[in-house]
């Protein structure tokens, strides 16, 4: 079980917009403002999408934005394209016991 | 754009080991952190470690610690996960990611299998 969590799935129909959840807790996400999100399409390496919370590295479509409020980080997909269903991990950094990076559990989007 | 290509992946028995390598043709690495992330079958993302620059720190998670180790060859442009001691949970797709810093993994190769039966 992943220390951030993730709902299992959402779905949204072309056009719309949608919002993905990450939980994680005052050592995490609500310590450090480094939350990354990773787009995954089946048999495919993923792709960061979103670093430091907010920033969209180069390339990536603005439709893609990242948000946080205390230990609760979002991304956002506004416009949905059918080329945007992909599962959707968040990442972040803790330092509790060692340095580590973790991953959220993944959310399934299903474009419909 | 940077390609990460890694290799030595496959089946082994348990209790074996296995060093799966990442080469970056046409770019070097030096002055970049260097992460290997897993994903078992059907699973989620899982940070496995990093190792610094120059190979002077190593992180790792706890479950492969004492077991898994990362080093670099910066001369050779390469860098390597050593697995001793593989377990069956240990069977995933590894990636080789550069790591820019803080969880952003801006590049990552297309992966190695490892497959430990049970």
């Known amino acids: 079980q992943s220390a951030l969590t993730q709902p299992a799935s959402v779905s949204g129909s072309p056009g719309q917009s949608i919002t993905i959840s990450c939980t994680g807790t005052?050592?995490?996400?609500?310590?450090?403002?480094?939350v990354s999100w990773y787009q995954q399409h089946p048999g495919k390496a993923p792709k960061l999408i979103i670093y430091?919370?907010?920033n969209r590295p180069s390339g990536v479509s603005n439709r893609f934005s990242g948000s946080k409020s205390g230990n609760t980080a979002s991304l956002t997909i506004s416009g949905l394209q059918a080329d945007d269903e992909a599962d959707y991990y968040c990442?972040?950094?803790?330092?509790?016991?060692?340095?580590?990076?973790?991953f959220g559990g993944g959310t399934k989007l299903t474009v419909l | 754009e940077m390609q990460l290509v890694e290799s030595g992946g496959g089946l082994v028995q348990p209790g074996e080991s296995l060093r799966l390598s990442c080469a970056a043709p046409?770019?070097?690495?030096?002055?970049?952190?260097v992460a290997w992330v897993r994903q078992a079958p059907g699973k989620g993302l899982e940070w496995v470690g990093n190792?610094?620059?120059?190979?002077?720190?190593?992180y790792s998670l706890a479950s492969v610690r004492g077991r898994f180790s990362i080093s670099r060859d910066n001369a050779r442009n390469s860098v390597y996960l050593q697995m001793n001691s593989l377990r069956p949970e240990d069977t995933a797709m590894y990636y080789c990611?550069?790591?820019?810093?803080?969880?952003?993994?801006?590049?990552w190769g297309q992966g190695q299998l490892v497959t430990v039966p049970s």
């Open positions: 430091e919370v907010t």
């Open positions: 005052g050592s995490n996400i609500g310590r450090y403002n480094y």
């Open positions: 190792i610094a620059e120059d190979g002077s720190e190593t």
């Open positions: 990442a972040t950094f803790t330092a509790s016991a060692t340095l580590e990076d973790i």
């Open positions: 990611v550069r790591d820019f810093g803080y969880n952003r993994f801006d590049f």
């Open positions: 046409g770019f070097t690495f030096t002055g970049f952190w």
